[in-house]
């Protein structure tokens, strides 16, 4: 329900502040995540030009074990910080905050030492082959990482997101530098950099927070731990899925597909984080409008970062798609021209990952009734992608996983994005025929330039798109450039 509870001139400066601190979040958010999607990609990169693509798939599968480990654990409590630290705030002052932010620090150690004992003892069937000291490289690098987005979702949650931007921007510089010399002197010691960059930032973010004495804990009923455990339910099925497809690729597939398919995994990077930073500043917002009770303020915001993400996000990957072969040749060599296909497919799968960020976020900022519906959708998206892996992943390789990527992500973006609208009452009517159509084109001409591979063929396809794309969203396009500068007069009100 509306807040009626503030006078006009109240609530509209809380409004301002709530956009200028949006706005700002996501600029600093934009600085960090460019910083992160770029570091994965050079260090794949550098594995990539320096062994064989047998090494890179074994290397990403490991990583990609050790991210999935924390997703179920310190992605979730983290979640859990970015929306009850705010909200609590809001509702019941720093104090109740910092009991709530106390109660998920437990949850996130204990939860993060059963999961990092549970590898240790299933080790032969998750990493059959790799050696023992491989296995407490990915052990650490599960404390590392979970440390990281849990202390990095903290600093959201306390609304700080340039000194998030600041360290992530630090320890990036240290994974890039310790990568050079692992690749060049230490080629065993691969997930080294990861660890001792994560760990540094972890270590950065918890001194950098504000230290409140915790007061009583706020009575949540089943609220909390509701949350964390559909978070994690959510975060598994979601971001876990993309992680595991390349688990699947490297059983269910060749080698040099299994290959491919880590590299077209680890150039997306960039596009896949980049986008997502106006969402990582919007779910604390989100979050202190529902404390706030401010429903007007969602239904604007949430309707203005999903056109920001449609209208930067669709010329962008649809692009992205077309040259994705030629991009993979280049950064990763010869070897790895084939993932092209591949990468196309995972491309259109981000996009909607990525566009249905802001809808999951506005749900998950609500009660257990409308925020359990994302982790929902995600796990019937996951059977959805698994039905597909077992129906045709066996006989298209690393293509049929990559569709099946793509089925489950329909599912997993679909249902939040339809409730949230229906939600709030957003109503776009003409525009969504309008960006179906722009998507459709970028998918005919994105196989086109795929099938061709010609340089001619695959300038016409560029051009083309974004001449289509352009006469679709002429107007919207103007309205944004309007749109920006009241986010930018916004920006200024703290």
Known sequence: ??????????????????????????????????????????????????????????????????????????AATGAGAQKFLPLTAARSGPAAAAAVRRKLTWWTVAASGVVIVGLGLLAPELLPGSAFSDVIWVCALIAAYGA?????????????????AVLELGADVVILVLTIAAVLWLPGLLLAPLVVGYALFAIGATVSTPRTRPGAMPSMGGELGGFVAYTALGIAAGQGFFQVSMLVARHATSAPEAGAYAAAMSL????????????????????????????????????????????AALPAFAVAAMVGGPVLRLVFGSGYGDGGTVFAILVLAVFFYVVAVPSVNVLSAHDLHLARIPPLASTVGVVVGVVVWLMIGGRWGAGGVAVGYLAGMVVQAGVPAVVAFRRLGIRWGTRLLRYAASTCAGVVLSALALVTGSPGMLAGCIGGFLLVFTLLHAREIAGTVRLVRELRTAAAHR
């Open 268 to 311: 997306i990077g960039p596009a896949f984080f980049l986008p997502r930073a106006m969402a990582m500043a919007f779910f604390p917002a989100a979050a202190e409008a529902v404390g706030r009770g401010d429903t007007a303020a969602l239904a604007r915001h949430t309707d203005a970062v999903t056109r920001l993400l449609l209208l």
């Open 1 to 74: 329900m509306p807040n009626d509870t503030l006078p006009d001139s109240d609530a509209e400066s809380a409004r301002r502040r709530l956009t200028g601190r949006l706005v700002r979040g996501t600029l600093w958010s934009m600085l960090g995540i460019a910083a992160l999607g770029i570091t994965r990609l050079v260090y794949t990169a550098l594995i990539g030009r320096t062994g064989d693509p047998a090494r890179l798939a074994e290397v990403n599968s490991q990583v990609s074990l050790a991210f999935l480990a924390t997703f179920a654990t310190a």
């Open 148 to 164: 990281y987005s849990y202390t990095k979702s903290v600093l959201y949650g306390f609304h700080l997101p340039s000194r998030y």
